[in-house]
DNA sequence: TTATATTGTTACCCATGAGTAACTTAAACT
DNA sequence: AGTTTAAGTTACTCATGGGTAACAATATAA
C-alpha cells in the first residue's frame, strides 16, 4: 500500500480561496450587469452563473448594491494604479495624456472597468453614490492635471483643461460600450484613431 | 342680466389637448428619469408629477417602456431634423461638422435628448431593443457621412470615419450626462471648447 | 475522533410596483 | 335636454426579486 503523503497546507489558504470566490462572483455579476443591466440582473442569476444558490452570495456581500461597490474598488485600483505609472515619469504632459490613453483602451474592455462606467454614480444608498462620484472625479481631476501639466510645459496648447478633460475622458469611456476585441477593428488602429484625433483634430491643415 | 356669449370651438381641440397631455407626462418622465433612472422611477412617481393617478396614464401610453419609446422618438425627430438642415447646406464637410456640434451642444441639455442618451438600448422588448438602437445607429452614420464628405471635399484629414465618429458622438453625448445651464461653464465657452478640440486637438504645434 | 468554524442549502417572508377591472365625473355633440 | 365619449378614480391582482431564518454538509483544527 502507497503510503498517503501529508499535503502540508493546501495551495490556497482559506482568505485567499475566499478572495477568489468573491473575485469570480464580481467578475460574473460585472459581465451579467453589462450584458442585462444592474436592475434586469437579479442576484439569482448571479449566483446562477457562480454555481450557487443566492443564499451564499450573502457569505461574500454585504447586498446587491455592494457588488457594485466591490466592483467599482477593483476598477478604482485599476485606473488609478495606470495613473500613477503614468504620472511618475518624467515626460512631458502630452506624452503622459497619450500613455494614459494607450493603457486605459487595453483595460477599457475588462467588465469590470465597463461595469464601473456603466454603473458609476448608480446608487440607491447616499453615501455610495457620493462616494462613486467622488472617485470618478478624482480620477477625472486626475486627467485634467496632466491636461495642466501640458498646457504648463508647453506640450499642450491653452485651453480649458476641465472642459477637455471631461470630453476626452467621455470619448475613450465610450469605448467601453461598443468596442469588442473580437470584432473587425483592431486594438492598434483603435489607438491610433484615438491618439492622432487627441493630438490633431480632425481638420485637414495641409 | 349680461347675455351669455356663445363659446366658439375651444382653443385647443380634443386631439390638440390629448398631445399636449401626453408630451407633458414625456417631459415630466424624461426629468424623473434622468433624475433617478428608469428602473427607479415608479409609475406612480410620474403620475404624481404630472397630478393625476397611475391608470390615468395608460390612457396616454401601452406601459412604462412605452414612455422611453415615445421619448425616443421625440428626441429622433430633433436630431434628424438637425442633421437634415446642418447637411442640407452647401458647406464643405468641415463646417457642417461644426454646425451639427453646435446645433447639438444646444439640444443636448433637454431632458428628453438627455433621457435617450442616457437610456437607448435599454428596452425589454426584443423588438423596441432592435430599433432603439437602429435609431442611433442612423444618427451615428449620419454623423460618420459628414466626416465622410469632408474627408471627400479636403477640409477633413484621412481618418478612420467609422472610429471618428463614434469618438466624437461620445463625446458630446456625454455632455449631457454633466452640463448644466445654470452652472460655470457659459454655454459659449463650451462651444468653443469642444470645436477647438475636434478642429486641432490638444497637442500645441506653434 | 471530535469539536468548531466555514460554506452551502431549502424554504420562506414581504415590499415594491406594473398592470387591470369596475366605477365616477366631466365634457361635447346632436 | 339626454346620450356618448373622454378622462380620471379607487381598489384590487399578481409576478418579481431582495433579503432572511433555520437547517445540512464540509473542511479545518485540536
Redesign the interface.
Known sequence: MVKKIKLSKPALNRAEKRQHKLDSILRHAAAAFMDK????TSLDDIARLHKVTKPTLYYYIKNKEDILIKCEDVASLRINGLLDSVTATTENG?QQ?QAFIEGYVKIVTDDIIRCHIRHRG?R?DPIAREASLNMHRDIEYRVREI?AK?VDD????A??T???A???F??????S??YREEGE?SHD??VE??L???????????
Do not use: H, P
Not at 443591466?37 to 434586469?40: C, T
Not at 508647453?154 to 496648447?157: E, L, N, P, Q
Open positions: 443591466g444592474y436592475y434586469k502630452f495624456l448608480q440607491e491636461l501640458g508647453g506640450s499642450i496648447r485651453c480649458n476641465t472642459i477637455i471631461i470630453l476626452l467621455d470619448a475613450v469611456n465610450g469605448i460600450a461598443w477593428i488602429e483603435l484613431q484615438v492622432m484625433l487627441v493630438a490633431e483634430g480632425v481638420k485637414n491643415n495641409t
